[in-house]
């Protein structure tokens, strides 16, 4: 049980951005929008580039 309260506030999450539409920074916006709402809500955060 001490691990599940280890990682009690931390999510996960994972953006495709469509064939196409890549390399134009939509998924950038999107994840940091992520983020920013994740750290509101008081999740611990980390993440990997884009």
Partial sequence: MAGA???RD???DS???REGRQGIG???ALLGALVTDAREAGHHVSCLPV
Wanted: glycine residues 8%.
């Fill in 5 to 7: 309260r280890r990682y």
């Fill in 10 to 12: 931390t999510v996960e």
């Fill in 26 to 28: 939509i998924g950038s």
């Fill in 15 to 17: 953006v495709s951005v």
